[in-house]
T-cell receptor, first 111, second 114 residues
Framework: GESVGLHLPTLSVQEGDNSIINCAYS??????FIWYKQESGKGPQFIID?????DKRQGQRVTVLLNKTVKHLSLQIAATQPGDSAVYFC??????????FGAGTRLFVKA | SAVISQKPSRDICQRGTSLTIQCQVD?????MFWYRQQPGQSLTLIAT?????????ESGFVIDKFPISRPNLTFSTLTVSNMSPEDSSIYLC???????????FGPGTRLLVL
């Protein structure tokens, strides 16, 4: 089986509840942030992004919040479904070409 | 977003050998990146590969261990040389739209070194 997420922090939620995944970033110069979802056996998949001139951005069932004061990023998933079970990574970019990944959180959805 | 494929999808190799991983993109891209994801860990950038120039390696990664080719704007290879069990990881190819833009990832190559 896939070992991605085996040692990562885990968030367990009931199907239908809202999920909140948090991320602290380190570089105050970062101006672009991305959330990725990685399912077992697959590469990271883009979910949603936000630039530093915003503090909130909404997508379909997902919302990203950015607090630059405390260098904190969160991903909210509404009405969590079993298909949302995966490892979620936040990533930051300082305006250059490189994207740096955070530690990741494994989301487990209970049916 | 670009469609990215990698070959092989997985392999089991003996220590001391080398493996070359291929990354193919369905459109021309300027920037290609190679990441390593060790078991249960996040992604770590190995190097940035630009067409027509040598790859730029991150701290802790060297060209002798991870030689990279970038012969054109749709293809790149990463070689894991003289492998040891510590090289057992998922190796991921990624492409970027440009500065400060989203990177998209291939499915990864799962490598197990015995």
């Amino acid at each position: 089986g896939e070992s991605v997420g085996l040692h990562l922090p885990t968030l367990s939620v009931q199907e239908g509840d809202n999920s909140i995944i948090n991320c602290a970033y380190s570089n105050s110069a970062s101006d672009y942030f991305i959330w990725y979802k990685q399912e077992s056996g697959k590469g990271p998949q883009f979910i949603i992004d936000i630039r530093s001139n915003m503090d909130k951005r909404q997508g379909q069932r997902v919302t990203v919040l950015l607090n630059k004061t405390v260098k904190h990023l969160s991903l909210q998933i509404a009405a969590t479904q079993p298909g949302d079970s995966a490892v979620y990574f936040c990533a930051e970019n300082t305006g250059g070409f490189k994207t740096i990944f955070g530690a990741g959180t494994r989301l487990f959805v209970k049916a | 977003s670009a469609v990215i494929s990698q070959k092989p999808s997985r392999d089991i190799c003996q220590r001391g050998t080398s493996l070359t991983i291929q990354c193919q993109v369905d459109s021309q891209v300027t920037m290609m990146f190679w990441y390593r994801q060790q078991p249960g860990q996040s992604l770590t950038l190995i190097a940035t590969a630009n067409q027509g120039s040598e790859a730029t390696y991150e701290s802790g990664f060297v060209i002798d261990k991870f030689p990279i080719s970038r012969p054109n704007l749709t293809f790149s290879t990463l070689t894991v040389s003289n492998m040891s069990p510590e090289d057992s990881s998922i190796y991921l190819c990624s492409v970027g739209a440009g500065k400060g833009e989203t990177q998209y990832f291939g499915p990864g190559t799962r490598l197990l070194v015995l």
